[in-house]
């Protein structure tokens, strides 16, 4: 079982940048790819980026393409996402999830691929 918990979430100005942070509890997390979504008010949840358990391997939604860097620290069992040119699209509620060493990378956008999942981290973009 691994548990997942986000932070770093917050209220950001539109052209302001934020660093969220997932810290997972298994040591068996080097083994695993990471991903980030996130869900708007009324809309559907999102993916926004994945890393391959290596950090070799990673995939942008074109949205935040350019803007959002995902990294990962073995050593810190963390994933992170590095959020820049933030604006009021980017407002939603951020999670963080753990696929299985067998999920494969042109799955990584898809959210029913990821058995693990944190409870969300707020981000809110004023405009």
């Known amino acids: 079982q691994v548990q997942l918990v986000e932070s770093g979430g917050g209220l950001v100005q539109a052209g302001g940048s934020l660093r969220l942070s997932c810290a997972a509890s298994a040591r068996t997390f080097d083994s695993y790819p990471m991903g980030w979504f996130r869900q708007a008010p009324g809309k559907e949840r999102e993916f926004v980026a994945a890393?391959?358990?290596?950090?070799?391997?990673?995939r942008y939604a074109d949205s935040v393409k350019g803007r959002f860097t995902i990294s990962r620290d073995h050593a810190m069992n963390t994933v992170y996402l590095q959020m820049s040119s933030l604006n009021a699209e980017d407002t939603a509620l951020y999670y963080c999830?753990?696929?299985?060493?067998?999920?494969?990378?042109?799955?990584?956008?898809?959210?029913?691929?990821?058995?693990?999942w944190g409870q969300g981290t707020q981000v809110t973009v004023s405009s």
């Open positions: 999830a753990a696929g299985t060493p067998a999920l494969h990378s042109g799955r990584y956008y898809d959210e029913d691929a990821y058995d693990y």
């Open positions: 890393i391959s358990w290596r950090g070799i391997v990673l």
